[in-house]
């Protein structure tokens, strides 16, 4: 068990270091795109290890199973809404909401 | 650990709240103000909450937040917000008062009380459900939540005045990766609906967090996946709206014709009861989100003349 405990405190250390980087890329790259990939990439591999480290942790298969699907959920999310931005930034005439 | 956890939340809540007050453009602020309800449904988490968290996140933040989205779009996003909401000292001001009072009520309190927490868990067996929160919401004060699913009808009726049944055009073609994550999520969110309103009898959960969940699905579909958005009028908008009140209001009469009392449930049928009323005020708290954010976009026949 102690073995399982420090494989998911690895995980979570090391989703907090990629959080900590997006974040900071989010906050010091000049334009949207930059910002979008330091926020999109950070983000889904930061989730996914604290997914991955909890699974470690979860008490049956369905809890795991609910864990990673929360990930999967998260990264649908994710990759949608950079696009969405991404095409908006892209070509401001394809803003979508308020149609202005 | 767990005090600083705490401390760290509370100080967030705050700092997150000075912060969409203060925002310059409106925008910034309805971010803010999401981010606001996801940090406060955590805090419900902490506090043991689990209903309030979901209704909080799905409710305040979600749909909520998407509901100012939009309105600040219409607005126009970078639109810079009247000098009188960003002032300091009016804030604190406004703010102190307030504050002060809380914390006087609060700490006026007589201690550790256990509320009506144990009036609850000894009558939960009459209640037909297993959910202390659900026994309370739809039997004990079942007076209360009829009253609130009035509320929502209300505004839903408002809103309707103000803007007409006309159809309103989707967001069309806006991407290619949006109608299909739309599609692997519509059947995943209606799942969750029902698994929250069949929940709500044994554990958090319940009408309004299911209405919440199949709201946002309706509006993801209507929106992507439909060219124009034709909302339902006449008779269909009259009983999707007003579901959840008939429902209750019948199930009362029916109580107060054989139990004496208005809301009174026979405790043989309780149960079943309080499910049949979930059911109604969860679709009813899904067209009313629907109608609430679809029906303020603007119609197809404004566009053109705009």
Redesign the interface.
């Known amino acids: 068990m102690i073995l399982l405990d420090l494989v998911t405190a690895v995980c979570l250390i090391a989703a907090a270091f990629f959080f900590l980087g997006g974040t900071v890329g989010v906050l010091r790259f000049p334009d949207s795109l930059s910002r979008l990939h330091a926020l999109t990439k950070a983000d889904n591999l930061g989730l996914g290890l604290v997914v991955l480290g909890l699974v470690f942790q979860a008490s049956s298969f369905l809890v795991a199973a609910k864990l990673v699907l929360v990930w999967v959920l998260a990264l649908v999310a994710s990759a949608t809404g950079a696009n969405l931005i991404a095409s908006s930034v892209a070509d401001p005439s394809r803003r979508t909401a308020g149609s202005e | 650990m767990e005090t600083l956890l705490d401390l760290l939340l509370a100080a967030g809540l705050v700092l997150v709240a000075v912060r969409a007050i203060h925002a310059p453009a409106l925008f910034t602020a309805v971010v803010l103000y999401i981010a606001f309800g996801l940090l406060l449904s955590l805090v419900w988490v902490r506090l043991g909450a689990a209903d309030l968290a979901l209704a909080e996140a799905a409710i305040g933040a979600g749909v909520t937040g998407a509901l100012l ?2 309105t ?3 607005l ?2 970078g639109k810079e917000r009247p000098m009188a909401l960003r002032g300091i000292p009016l804030l604190v001001l406004t703010a102190l008062p307030v504050a002060g009072a809380v914390g006087v009520a609060t700490f006026a309190l007589a201690g550790e009380t256990a509320g009506l927490k144990e009036t609850v868990l000894a009558r939960l067996q009459e209640s037909g459900v297993e959910h202390p929160v659900t026994a309370v919401l739809l039997n004990f004060r079942g007076y209360d939540t009829w009253l609130e699913v009035i509320v929502l009808l209300a505004a839903v009726l408002g809103v309707r005045a103000i803007t007409g049944s006309a159809a309103r ?1 989707g ?2 073609p ?5 109608p299909r ?1 739309v599609a ?2 519509l059947p ?1 969110a209606i799942v969750m609906g029902g698994y929250l309103l069949w929940r709500g009898t044994t554990a958090p959960g319940g009408a309004f967090q299911a209405g919440a969940v199949l709201g946002s699905a309706g509006i993801l579909y209507l929106l992507v996946l439909r060219p124009t958005i034709e909302l339902p009028r006449g008779v269909l908008f009259g009983a999707s709206a007003g579901l959840g009140a008939i429902a209750f209001l019948v199930v009362g009469m029916a109580g107060l014709a054989l139990e004496g009392e208005f809301l009174e449930y026979p405790t043989s049928a309780a149960g079943l009861l309080i499910l049949l009323i979930e059911l109604a005020v969860a679709i009813s708290t899904a067209a009313a989100l629907i109608f609430l954010f679809l029906g303020a976009r ?1 119609s197809v026949r404004e ?1 053109r003349s705009a």
């Open positions: 989205l939009e600040a779009a219409q126009g996003f055009p967001i069309g806006a991407s290619a990766p949006l994550s692997v999520v995943l603007p566009e």
